[in-house]
């Protein structure tokens, strides 16, 4: 399974790096894969800090078939010439609101916080907006996969990782719930003055109660968990 998805992040990479740099970002979702293809004679980043000069790299279905050198690739229907460029592996963006927020200034297109102490019940994926024009401009420039992350809150929610090129989220999905994400209680950073002492302590209890709610929440969720 791991290995098909990176192959599948691999395969969508490739097309972004042939396209031309000054394309417009795909609006639409890419159509499924109906031909084998081939990129000639690019050099090749794998993604472990290592690279094949004058490589190729063959893909059917999505799927990565074929990486190594030009000499002994395999035949394919459609060949594309790429020697000169440089292929890399999609990015990664991890903890993103990406989907979850079009405009921060217009309340009704920011859909990534909730309020109150215990949003566990929070799951980011059916808030996922596939059609935010951010998307599609992230997406042009490499960043092919994230993690979609709620915020705020002590338990902010659910988080789960998407590929951005879906036509709803059920199909963007790669990993549902991935993971619960909790904001630990810490000290501000106090960057253009120097607190009071007074300020210091009041923070430190505020703190500390947010740190005994939390720790009652995760034992009332370890209890519940317990129950047959």
Known sequence: MK?????YILAFALALVCASAYAQPEIYPAKKQS???????ATVHIGNGEYL???????EDGIITYVGATLGAPEAEKVINAKGKHIYPGFISPSSNLGLVEFEAVKATVDFAETGDNN??????IAYNTDSKVINTVRSNGILIAQITPIRGLISGQSSIVQLDAWNW??????ADDGMHINWPEMPNWRWRTP???????R????KKQIQTLVSLIHEAKAYAEID
């Open 204 to 207: 430190e209890e505020a703190n």
């Open 53 to 59: 000069e004058n490589a190729a790299i063959n893909f």
């Open 3 to 7: 290995k098909n998805i990176y192959n």
């Open 120 to 125: 566990a019940h929070v799951r980011s994926l």
């Open 196 to 202: 009071s002492a007074s300020a210091i302590k009041k």
């Open 35 to 41: 031909q084998t293809i081939k990129i000639d004679g």
């Open 170 to 175: 059920e199909d963007a999905v790669l990993r």
